[in-house]
């Protein structure tokens, strides 16, 4: 699966993973194209979920289509505009990726039987994704990330 940028200018490919591919050797790979810090994170989460089985959202040859919302598996990324309303979805998974990761998981015994969590690192896990990067770092931190250092909110 392909992962492009919704920009009309930009015609490079943000990702690539194969589908459902977690526990096969030779298939258990993706590609991401590091571009700025969260859009890089969303990217790399759209193809961690092609990985586990997701398809894209709004495909209109699947369910998922039911699904499109602008989640993090839509097949074209938002273009973030200063004046743009804000896309509440964007971050999330919709309920058909979820169950589509679901179904993948209890079919991959790789995934539970290596690498048992313990308790810490799983309550670390839940603190962190409670929170969106913009409640973890301030305006001015979201600058850096996305446009280098001396980069300053001044919205």
Known sequence: ???TSSDPYNTETDG?????GVCDVGR????VRVEDFFMTIRTTAHELGHAFGALNDGDASTSARLCDGKFIM??????FYPNKKHIPNHWYFSQC???YIKTTLLGKTCVWTKFPLDHDIMQEMHEILQRQPGQRYTPNEQCVFANGFGSFYCG
């Not at 258990?28 to 590609?31: P, Y």
């Not at 839509?74 to 273009?79: C, M």
Request: a positive charge; aromatic letters at 0%.
């Open 74 to 79: 839509s097949s074209n990324r938002p273009v």
């Open 16 to 20: 690539r993973s194969i589908p459902s």
């Open 28 to 31: 258990r790979v993706m590609i």
């Open 97 to 99: 990726s979820v169950d």
């Open 1 to 3: 699966h392909q992962l």
